[in-house]
């Protein structure tokens, strides 16, 4: 089950006190109550497993350690340690206190999200000529805390989308080494998946129906994961009875969730033509043209269909690196 939606609670170390101590060696008095340590802070740091959110199911508060006491003789406490929560690249991370966000884009990627608190000084800082044994001292400071939303959505150059059973999972097990679940029934993939064509990341969108982007089937929950691809590749069953409704109907779910979505370049195909005669599928395909001009046939277990499709993701192929 891939987690793309959770949120949790985070906070950063306290600072440590400041210490009370005193110098014990004769001919040596006077304060040495050092400065405690600093709060750990929060980071979060961007990873290639998709799965990664996964650790925030069920465990909902994350903290940092807190900063120690100052200590005698002049030594400081010790810092708290750094809390690094590990995210997939393209989580969007809205700080739901203050109402910022920020992305998390790469691999590796890493961004402070709560800060520790500063350490308070020891009584060693709070000497004088007038005051030679001070007791006074300063408290740590609290390390930031409240609630984040961590929101995934898929970084791909390809989305595959469709309605369910478009044949959208077989032609990425087929063009890529993934395993997509597939089947003859409604919503078979309930997750996105991915996989490389060369340097080139599909993406394997669950079927979206009449209604997505209110809610209706698995709804606006895979949509989002669209929003980051570059180009669609939009599969059309050509076991369906009005292709052109099929076609019109994911576009208006893409144009009723972002306008910027519907934009996105596209691919158009005519999938499982091998379960089809010949002129039917010459004759769906003309309806489609009317819509998409580019529009082409598609079967797995047709390699010149398929070879079609591979010389288009060559050309993407090299325009990214020719781009990069």
Do not use: C, W
Not at 48 to 62: E, I, T, V
Not at 224 to 241: A, D, K, Q, Y
Not at 268 to 277: C, G, N, P, T
């Amino acid at each position: 089950m891939l987690i793309d939606d959770v949120t949790i609670r985070i906070k950063a170390g306290n600072g440590g006190n400041g210490g009370v101590a005193f110098n014990k060696n004769m001919m040596s008095l006077g304060p040495t109550g050092a400065s405690g340590g600093n709060g750990g802070n929060v980071y979060a740091e961007g990873v290639s497993d998709l799965g990664a959110l996964r650790q925030f199911r069920f465990k909902k508060a994350f903290a940092a350690p807190d900063g120690k006491p100052g200590r005698s003789q002049f030594r400081d406490g010790q810092d708290g340690e750094d809390l690094i929560l590990k995210v997939p690249a393209g989580t969007t991370i809205h700080n739901l206190k203050n109402e910022i966000q920020v992305e998390i884009l790469k691999i590796g990627e890493k961004m402070l999200l709560a800060e520790g608190g500063k350490g308070g000084r020891g009584n060693f800082h709070f000497r004088s000529s007038t005051n030679t044994s001070p007791k006074e001292f300063e408290y740590g400071t609290p390390g930031e805390e409240f609630e984040i939303r961590l929101e995934l959505k898929l970084i791909a150059d390809i989305g595959l989308i469709g309605f369910p059973n478009a044949g959208k999972s077989s032609l990425l097990n087929a063009l890529t080494n993934a395993k997509s679940k597939i089947g003859n029934y409604p919503f078979t993939t309930l997750e996105p998946n991915l996989g490389a064509y060369y340097e080139l990341i599909l993406a394997d969108i669950p079927g979206l129906i009449e209604g997505s982007s209110g809610g209706k089937g698995l709804g606006i929950k895979f949509l989002r994961h669209i929003e980051r691809t570059g180009i669609l590749f939009h599969l059309v069953s050509g076991e369906s009875m009005d292709p052109e409704k099929d076609y019109k109907t994911i576009r208006q779910e893409l144009g009723n969730y972002s306008k910027a979505l519907k934009n996105k370049p596209e691919y158009l195909f005519l999938s499982k033509i091998d379960l089809l005669e010949k002129k039917e599928s010459n004759e769906k395909l003309e309806i489609l043209r009317r819509l998409n001009p580019n529009a082409a046939l598609l079967s797995i277990k047709m390699p010149e269909t398929l070879e079609n499709l591979k010389q288009i993701l060559n050309k993407i192929k090299t325009e990214k690196g020719s781009s990069s």
